[in-house]
């Protein structure tokens, strides 16, 4: 068989840490992504189940599923922007030795990217405030 | 494929041989086997705005109609006729197509590409679009007019209330969005493949960052839609009852695949079009737009939340409250997307000398218009307040305001602009404007006295109300308002066609824009760039003098290319963030391949029409063959000398392999598609057990696990050995590859032996309940999926076997293609045996 050697590129795409950026760029938007499923799961099938309406603390179950994944996507939303964040600063290096203006852009919409999803993530939760304790 | 046996034109490319190798046979043959994105962006949205003249029309005679009340002028199942088709033309023939249409035309030019990325997929859609057009339209001949809406309702479009009608609808509706996902794969690997040297992320036009989006979306969108019209077609040809409550189903499932397409499909429409808007603005503003990076933010905030909003289309349907106050939350965030776009496009204009030409018109109508319509979005957003307009003319005005406003202006906005650059020709100014404010004040007229319409009380979809209502005055204004945007809209339309007829010569660039299409002649010859442009900022053509590290690199890959290949059809392929080259990529010629499949699938889908059901399977299985003819392995051969000089000149192969393929990219497109249709079918199956007193119903017996278990177990298997495979091919052990993949075959076959064996053997049918029709349909699924992962695999054989020595990297790229297909047929099986064998024995 003949050798197929792995391409290479005039210079690779993104250089040291590239994960961080696609992270900080898509982080944001995947917690939300899961947020939102997860929230209406516990919402039609958590309450049309009955699981979902049964009280731990005052709290329906799905509304505290409701909060758990809140927490847990805003958390992973403000690691993406401080990956973003963190993206700015330092040398970004091709593999010609050139820092990537690419790069840098994708850390720097990471940051408002993923900062944008976290206030979102916790705006569309509010609501549910007033219906803590029903279906 | 273009043959290439002519030697002597190698190395010394020049334009005219350019030309040769990117034009079409001659003549009506010549027409039919176009492959290139130019021509068949032009049909496409030359025929979608056909079918605007078409629903226009039928909006006119609807006003026609509610102009007065207790009016009998037309019957109302007539009447139910026309709104269904004016609703569904607009949306899936129209607004899409057009913007579609107006992708693959121009996105190639933006990015400095010579084509799109799958030149005869591009062709397949466009027939494939035509096609489903002129299937719902073929009911009004056989006076069975569908008559459910555009969004279909069940049980209104079931089996049990609606006629043939439904599947004309059912049926053209399917080619169309299998039409859509074809075009949307095409634009959004050119647009993360083929972008010029330079335009690295940062530098892309916005106008490329919102078709790029949108085409994202409608992978997600459409599909899910695609899955429900084959879920009803088979209620309604098979007797399935996915829909039909009386047998386990559930309206509601329809409306929720529904609208996970629908609330998506209108940002679809409106994302590109913002666009449109991000791009005019700057060029009539005489200056580059403020906030480039907070736009890209604000439509990938949009492209993500149009899917978690619709729930708020079902507000009325009591779904549990929790559900109802969360969705209403998440519904009033995408302001704050749209919001961002608004004022960093006021910005833009604010304090510049704006050139108040045609396209900026429809620009500054779009924000009178879209602001309109967004507020009134919020408002429906609100709970209590959708409770009481649910189903009123408050809702027609608000949804005509965001799509007439927030696509149609823009649109024409971008037809006016682009309008040079497709012709050659400029657009003639005073029409254009006449047309504007005509369209302008006659949509205004329209519209604006539907919102207390329907605060009134006017429900939307009835043929006429009673004059005690007190709204004679309102409807009449409303009828009359619509003729005036009838007329300019025609004036617009039609001083188009005058101006491409007899328009004065346009030149490259007539507006003085920055984007890299006006740096060409108008209209542009077929292969758009005699060589690569290299970017340097986000206005090449204002200012190219960017910092870039590499710059001596990228014009020499440049340079390298000017009229080169003059003996086959080539593209450059590059990094999809840097936007670096990396690889020549051969494109193929004309071909008549993709007519001839579009034409069996179009056979088939009559059949269905006819109930003919041997001859559908016969046209289905016509067009599968010809698909795998399309498919077949050949050897490229290009010649030698000119393959040579153009590796030495650019220092990049001719084949790309892995992520630099855009085969490979291609393949994640259709996994993407593939997975998305099976989630829709997992989603429906746990929707309908979530509602179903006893699972499985009926006190049916739980599935058997023997036969089926043991089917996807050599599924399972099957993994291992493709791990093998991939081992042995970085090995480079010719044996241990060729034997994987025999085994992958093989292993294939038995679960596909196995499975059709447990299906035949369960003691029920698909027919029984909601219960089985999903369990069998999700099987048939997995079938068709692990078929088609046996027939990637199987071909990649002849290539080992006949020629070994050649072609290594191509066959590199089909054993990825084909990996990458049998990774997701394991996946999918694993998720199919879990929600349908194993679930119903452990939940």
């Known amino acids: 068989m003949v050798r197929i050697a792995r391409q290479r590129t005039l210079t690779e795409p993104v250089g040291p840490g590239g994960w961080g950026r696609w992270f900080a760029f898509l982080g944001g938007a995947g917690a939300w992504t899961v947020h939102i499923g997860v929230a209406y799961v516990a919402g039609e099938f958590g309450c049309v189940g009955g699981w979902g309406a049964q009280q731990v603390m005052g709290v329906t179950v799905s509304a505290w599923i409701v909060i758990a994944v809140t927490v847990l996507a805003v958390v992973v939303a403000l690691a993406a922007t401080w990956a973003g964040y963190r993206g700015l600063g330092g040398r970004v290096v091709s593999e010609t030795g050139h820092q990537s203006d690419a790069a840098k852009y994708l850390s720097w919409s990471g940051l408002m990217l993923s900062g944008l999803f976290a206030v979102i993530i916790i705006g569309q939760s509010v609501p549910i405030v007033s219906h803590l304790h029903r279906c | 494929?273009?043959?290439?046996?002519?030697?002597?034109?190698?190395?010394?490319?020049?334009?005219?041989?350019?030309?040769?190798?990117?034009?079409?046979?001659?003549?009506?043959?010549?027409?039919?086997?176009?492959?290139?994105?130019?021509?068949?962006?032009?049909?496409?949205?030359?025929?979608?705005?056909?079918?605007?003249?078409?629903?226009?029309?039928?909006?006119?005679?609807?006003?026609?109609?509610?102009?007065?009340?207790?009016?009998?002028?037309?019957?109302?199942?007539?009447?139910?006729?026309?709104?269904?088709?004016?609703?569904?033309?607009?949306?899936?023939?129209?607004?899409?197509?057009?913007?579609?249409?107006?992708?693959?035309?121009?996105?190639?030019?933006?990015?400095?590409?010579?084509?799109?990325?799958?030149?005869?997929?591009?062709?397949?859609?466009?027939?494939?679009?035509?096609?489903?057009?002129?299937?719902?339209?073929?009911?009004?001949?056989?006076?069975?007019?569908?008559?459910?809406?555009?969004?279909?309702?069940?049980?209104?479009?079931?089996?049990?209330?609606?006629?043939?009608?439904?599947?004309?609808?059912?049926?053209?509706?399917?080619?169309?969005?299998?039409?859509?996902?074809?075009?949307?794969?095409?634009?959004?690997?050119?647009?993360?493949?083929?972008?010029?040297?330079?335009?690295?992320?940062?530098?892309?036009?916005?106008?490329?960052?919102?078709?790029?989006?949108?085409?994202?979306?409608?992978?997600?969108?459409?599909?899910?839609?695609?899955?429900?019209?084959?879920?009803?077609?088979?209620?309604?040809?098979?007797?399935?009852?996915?829909?039909?409550?009386?047998?386990?189903?559930?309206?509601?499932?329809?409306?929720?695949?529904?609208?996970?397409?629908?609330?998506?499909?209108?940002?679809?429409?409106?994302?590109?079009?913002?666009?449109?808007?991000?791009?005019?603005?700057?060029?009539?503003?005489?200056?580059?737009?403020?906030?480039?990076?907070?736009?890209?933010?604000?439509?990938?905030?949009?492209?993500?939340?149009?899917?978690?909003?619709?729930?708020?289309?079902?507000?009325?349907?009591g779904l549990p409250q929790l559900s109802l106050i969360f969705f209403a939350g998440a519904s009033f965030m995408i302001a704050l997307a749209s919001g961002v776009q608004v004022f960093a496009w006021i910005a833009t204009l604010w304090g510049s000398r704006p050139s108040y030409q045609t396209p900026l018109l429809y620009v500054l109508g779009f924000f009178f218009i879209f602001v309109i319509g967004g507020i009134t979005?919020?408002?429906?957003?609100?709970?209590?307040?959708?409770?009481?307009?649910?189903?009123?003319?408050?809702?027609?005005?608000?949804?005509?305001?965001?799509?007439?406003?927030?696509?149609?202006?823009?649109?024409?906005?971008?037809?006016?602009?682009?309008?040079?650059?497709?012709?050659?020709?400029?657009?003639?100014?005073?029409?254009?404007?006449?047309?504007?404010?005509?369209?302008?004040?006659?949509?205004?007229?329209?519209?604006?006295?539907?919102?207390?319409?329907?605060?009134?009380?006017?429900?939307?979809?009835?043929?006429?109300?009673?004059?005690?209502?007190?709204?004679?005055?309102?409807?009449?204004?409303?009828?009359?308002?619509?003729?005036v945007i009838g007329i300019g809209f025609a004036m617009a339309l039609g001083g188009l066609v005058w101006s491409a007829w007899r328009g004065r010569s346009a030149g490259c660039d007539p507006w003085g824009s920055g984007t890299l299409e006006w740096g060409i002649e108008s209209p542009p010859r077929r292969y758009s760039f005699r060589q690569p442009p290299v970017v340097r900022g986000r206005y090449p053509l204002w200012q190219n003098e960017g910092a870039d590290v590499d710059a001596d690199a990228l014009e020499r890959v440049a340079e390298g290319l000017r009229d080169l290949p003059v003996s086959w059809r080539a593209s450059l392929v590059t990094d999809l963030l840097t936007a670096r080259p990396q690889v020549v990529q051969h494109l193929p010629g004309p071909s008549i391949v993709p007519l001839v499949t579009a034409a069996g699938i179009l056979a088939a889908a009559s059949a269905v029409l006819a109930e003919a059901y041997v001859l559908a399977l016969l046209g289905a299985m016509f067009s599968a063959g010809v698909v795998a003819v399309w498919l077949w392995p050949r050897r490229l051969r290009l010649p030698e000398r000119e393959v040579r000089t153009i590796t030495e000149q650019t220092g990049l192969p001719v084949v790309g392999t892995g992520s630099r393929s855009t085969a490979w990219w291609g393949a994640v497109g259709l996994v993407t598609i593939l997975g998305t249709a099976m989630g829709s079918l997992v989603y429906s199956y746990f929707y309908l057990r979530l509602y179903s007193e006893q699972w499985p119903q009926d006190g049916l017996a739980l599935p058997e696990l023997m036969a089926s278990g043991i089917g996807y177990a050599l599924l399972l298997v099957s993994a291992g050995v493709q791990v093998w495979v991939s081992r042995s091919f970085r090995r480079e052990t010719m044996r241990g590859v060729i034997g994987g993949l025999v085994g992958i075959v093989l292993l294939g076959l038995g679960f596909i032996g196995l499975v059709v064996w447990a299906l035949v053997k369960e003691p029920t049918l698909p027919t029984d309940n909601a219960y089985t029709s999903a369990l069998f349909v999700i099987n048939w699924m997995m079938l068709g999926y692990a078929a088609v992962g046996v027939a990637v695999t199987a071909l990649a054989l002849p290539r080992l076997v006949w020629w070994p020595s050649d072609d290594a990297r191509r066959l590199r790229v089909h054993l990825e293609v084909a990996e990458l297909l049998w990774w997701f047929v394991v996946g999918a099986g694993v998720v199919a045996f879990g929600t349908t064998y194993v679930s119903p024995h452990v939940m």
């Open chain 2, 1 to 317: 494929v273009v043959k290439t046996e002519d030697d002597q034109a190698q190395v010394e490319g020049d334009e005219a041989k350019l030309e040769r190798v990117w034009s079409r046979p001659p003549g009506f043959r010549g027409w039919l086997m176009t492959v290139n994105n130019q021509p068949l962006g032009k049909r496409y949205m030359i025929t979608s705005l056909a079918f605007f003249g078409v629903a226009g029309v039928m909006a006119l005679i609807l006003r026609i109609q509610l102009a007065v009340s207790d009016n009998e002028w037309l019957h109302p199942d007539t009447f139910n006729a026309l709104f269904t088709m004016h609703g569904s033309t607009m949306m899936y023939l129209f607004a899409v197509p057009f913007l579609e249409g107006l992708a693959l035309y121009l996105m190639p030019l933006m990015i400095g590409s010579r084509d799109v990325a799958f030149p005869r997929l591009t062709a397949l859609s466009y027939w494939m679009y035509l096609s489903g057009g002129l299937v719902m339209y073929a009911s009004f001949f056989f006076g069975t007019v569908p008559d459910a809406g555009w969004f279909a309702y069940t049980p209104l479009s079931g089996p049990q209330f609606a006629d043939r009608g439904l599947d004309f609808w059912l049926l053209g509706l399917g080619l169309v969005e299998a039409a859509a996902l074809a075009a949307a794969v095409e634009i959004v690997v050119t647009l993360l493949k083929m972008r010029a040297p330079g335009m690295a992320i940062h530098r892309m036009p916005l106008a490329v960052w919102a078709f790029l989006i949108a085409g994202v979306m409608i992978v997600f969108g459409f599909t899910p839609l695609l899955t429900a019209t084959m879920m009803l077609e088979l209620d309604r040809t098979l007797g399935t009852h996915f829909f039909n409550p009386l047998a386990g189903g559930s309206s509601l499932l329809w409306q929720h695949l529904f609208w996970f397409f629908g609330h998506p499909e209108v940002y679809i429409i409106f994302i590109p079009a913002t666009g449109v808007l991000s791009t005019v603005i700057p060029v009539f503003a005489r200056r580059p737009l403020v906030g480039y990076a907070l736009i890209v933010v604000a439509l990938v905030v949009m492209g993500f939340l149009s899917f978690g909003l619709w729930v708020h289309h079902m507000f009325t349907t």
């Open chain 2, 377 to 483: 979005g919020v408002m429906v957003a609100t709970i209590p307040f959708d409770q009481q307009v649910h189903d009123t003319y408050f809702i027609v005005a608000h949804l005509h305001y965001v799509l007439i406003g927030g696509a149609v202006f823009p649109m024409l906005a971008g037809l006016y602009y682009w309008f040079p650059k497709i012709t050659g020709k400029l657009p003639g100014e005073p029409w254009g404007k006449a047309a504007f404010w005509l369209t302008f004040i006659g949509f205004n007229v329209t519209f604006a006295p539907m919102h207390w319409m329907g605060m009134f009380g006017l429900p939307r979809r009835v043929y006429t109300y009673p004059a005690d209502l007190g709204l004679d005055a309102e409807n009449m204004v409303a009828t009359a308002g619509a003729f």
